[in-house]
């Protein structure tokens, strides 16, 4: 199919119902439909899998192209690459392209996404294989999640089948968490956020006042109500289910977390926490990667050229060596058995050229390696030395760098990390 249909200026729709992988180079889509000019509807109704660059430049300079639909992608189908869709736009113009929803997560973060597939005012859609939701509510200020995800409006798309949402409502204080079952793909449903309903009080017993105490509920952040003499409160409808719950000691408590199992009943939980004093970091020098998770400092990394350029490399002490990588987008995971709260970054380059330097640095942490946030990012910027100041509020086991590439790799001598724990 390589450059298959290419200047072909009669193709007005074409459909693929028997292709389902995409395999190398001339087992590829890569320009095979690339100046065909008057080519407006594209359909492959059975790609479940593709490599690398599988469709790059694809449908570039296809002028009238309007809609371009991928029903049968999944999580799978992307085997470890994140550059199939590479300019397959390019030089198109007002093109909507319909993904399975199931698929947002993976992708939807890749730059080749997120610049439209080189084209121009490209809609992207997550809504094969969906469901749209439509909460309505009396209630003002309120904060939706359906299946982990958050809402930024009233209404929304989930995967079709099961789904679990919870609501907020900031002025009540009052979470409500349900299920709905069964839910049909293409199907539009309107959900009534009926907090009319009988409602449970979950208290935190701290026993301290005045600390940021923090519920979560399907990925919804709550900042807990302080009741009296250390206790920390959230209202509740649902039971259960569970929620959890974090307790910032900051300069002088230890820090906690835990899960609370809603019964359908009040409950109170008891938190620990104890006095702590604060120390100053100091990073050892690794001579390999360690692992993560276990009772040493370690790192980790994805987009690596090779073992011989390891990540170990720019938490040795060694100027002289580097990380080496050349993905879309790297990542630099550090971790450390007592949490940290790092203050600042010293990264050294290899080289203050672009070819070396990340497009971007977005600073994550976690204390499970599975649940980030993020707490800090930079722009773009040259110079063999960066520091990136991220005064986090916070102490995380796991802290995570990721970098697109600004042009061809990413080369990095050593991170310095100024941070403190507790003890």
């Known amino acids: 199919m390589y450059c298959g249909f290419q200047h072909n200026t009669n193709l007005k729709t074409i459909s693929f119902p028997k292709l389902k992988t995409l395999s190398g180079m001339y087992a590829s889509l890569n320009s095979v439909c690339a100046y065909c000019t008057n080519l407006e509807i594209v359909n492959l109704d059975s790609l479940t899998s593709l490599t690398s660059r599988a469709l790059s430049s694809a449908f570039q300079n296809c002028k009238k192209l309007k809609t371009l639909s991928f029903p049968s992608l999944n999580p799978q189908s992307f085997n470890n690459y994140n550059d199939q869709f590479h300019t397959m736009l390019a030089n ?3 093109c909507t392209v319909h993904f399975p929803y199931s698929i947002k997560k993976v992708i939807s973060e890749w730059q080749d996404v997120i610049s439209g597939f080189g084209g121009n005012n490209t809609i992207i859609l997550f809504d094969l294989h969906a469901v749209y939701l439509n909460f309505i509510s009396d209630k003002q200020n309120i904060e939706i999640s359906v299946n982990d995800e958050i809402f930024t409006e009233m209404s929304g798309y989930a995967v079709a089948g099961d789904i679990e949402y919870a609501c907020y409502s900031q002025d009540d204080n009052l979470l409500l968490l349900e299920t709905l079952n069964n839910l049909e793909e293409n ?12 409602i449970n009080k979950v208290t935190l017993n701290v026993g301290i006042s005045g600390l940021d105490v923090t519920f979560y ?34 300069n002088n408590y230890s820090d906690a977390e835990g899960v609370i199992n809603l019964t359908g009943e009040n ?40 073992s011989s350029y390891g990540v170990y ?18 990542t630099i995971t550090f971790y450390n058995p007592q949490a940290l709260r790092v203050s600042s970054l010293v990264i050294e380059y290899y080289s203050s050229s672009s070819t070396y330097l990340p497009a971007s640095i977005t600073v994550q942490g ?26 986090s509020q916070r102490f995380y086991k796991y802290h995570r760098l990721i970098m697109p590439e600004k042009s061809v790799y990413l080369r990095i001598c ?10």
């Open 313 to 330: 490399k720019v938490f040795n002490g060694n100027e002289t060596d580097y990380f080496w990588a050349n993905a879309d987008i790297n």
């Open 366 to 391: 976690s204390n499970n390696n599975t649940d980030w946030e993020d707490i800090a990012s930079f722009e773009y910027e040259t110079g063999l030395s960066r520091t990136l100041n991220i005064n």
């Open 92 to 94: 198109v113009s007002d």
């Open 187 to 198: 199907s539009v449903v309107d959900i009534n956020v009926n907090f009319a309903q009988t």
């Open 217 to 250: 509920a399907g990925n919804l952040k709550i900042p807990a109500v302080e009741e009296s003499n250390g206790n920390y409160v959230l209202n509740v409808i649902g039971q259960n289910k569970n929620i959890r719950y974090y307790i910032n000691g900051e």
């Open 267 to 306: 409950i109170t939980q008891n938190a620990d926490i104890y006095p702590v004093t604060l120390k100053t970091f100091v990073r050892p020098n690794l001579t390999e990667n360690g692992e993560l998770g276990g009772n040493s400092f370690a790192a980790a990394s994805t987009g690596d050229v090779s």
């Open 414 to 423: 050593e991170i310095e990390i100024n941070a403190s724990y507790k003890e």
